[in-house]
């Protein structure tokens, strides 16, 4: 925190520990520290976080990127590079785009990509806005819950990364200071998953993939869901703790659901 205030590299910290702040500096400092001691998380007070290798801008209308989630772009960028028409751009979409974390660093390593970034929170797709903006990469930005935001438009792979924490969850204390509508879901966390994967199949092109970051216990309901809507090659990925992070499926081209789903309730 010292370091990002005063603009210096951690070395020059070391070698000049017999400096004093100024006032101006030693009160911004008080703040900070009073801040953090509060539980707000770090890229607050510097309002910047690493994801993928890109520097993002975030605020308090955005969920701090994690680095679990470099695990879904990961997987976004392997079924990028095997898509099968190269030539022809292929359309990505990111739900929930929050900081635009997603969309930004599939865009970064595949420039050929068509990407588009949704959320429903005006304030967060500013927010992505001006990372798109400062970091040159340029995106569609759509305004919308979900699937609403893109009427009509198919894409050939999907990516979310929804609100899937329950309510009451134990967790969402030492959360408090992120938007809680972008990581607490209805249904046991599992309401806007549900809305993602059953919206899928009429936006998604023939073979298009869904590929989804849950809860650490939620993989088996995902692979169910997405079974019972008509995915095939539904697969499960897990994260460098071990524990199944992201499931995805493709839409295969003749596929029946296994049977129709009615209602989103568990
Ligand atoms: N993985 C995040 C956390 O546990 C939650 C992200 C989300 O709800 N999408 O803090």
């Known amino acids: 925190m010292l370091a ?60 701090v990127p ?7 772009v990961d997987w976004g960028l392997r079924v990028l ?11 990505v979409i990111d739900l929930g785009t929050g900081s635009g974390a997603i969309a930004l660093s599939i865009k970064h390593n595949s420039h050929a990509a068509e ?18 903006q400062s970091l040159n990469l340029p995106v569609m930005l759509a305004l919308g819950n979900w699937w609403d935001a893109v009427p009509g438009q198919r894409f050939d792979i999907a990516l979310a990364n929804p609100p899937y924490i329950a309510p009451g969850d134990e967790h969402l204390g030492a959360l408090r200071h992120e938007p809680q509508g972008a990581l607490i879901a209805q249904d046991d966390g599992l309401a806007d998953l549900a809305h993602i994967i059953d919206g899928a199949p009429g936006h998604l092109a023939p ?11 939620q993989a088996p309901w995902v692979r169910q869901r997405l079974t019972a809507s008509g995915f095939a090659e539904v697969q499960t990925v897990r994260d460098l703790a071990g524990i199944e992070r992201c499931t995805g499926g493709r839409v295969l081209p003749g596929a029946t659901p296994a049977f129709r789903v009615v209602s989103s309730a568990v």
């Not at 590079?81 to 359309?91: E, F, H, L, V």
């Open 4 to 63: 990002a205030l005063l603009d210096r590299p951690r070395s020059w910290l070391i070698a000049h520990d017999d400096e004093l702040l100024d006032q101006a500096q030693g009160t911004a400092y008080e703040q900070w520290l009073t801040r953090r001691r509060d539980g707000e998380p770090l890229a607050y007070l510097l309002g910047e976080k690493e994801f993928h290798g890109l520097r993002l801008q975030v605020d308090s209308s955005v969920l």
């Open 66 to 72: 994690r680095p679990e989630t470099e695990l879904l």
């Open 81 to 91: 590079q095997a898509w099968p028409t190269k030539a022809a751009r292929c359309r």
């Open 115 to 132: 990407v588009t970034a949704v959320d429903a929170s005006p304030t967060a797709l500013a927010t992505a806005a001006r990372n798109a």
């Open 207 to 217: 073979e298009g993939w869904l590929l989804l970051e849950h809860g650490h216990d």
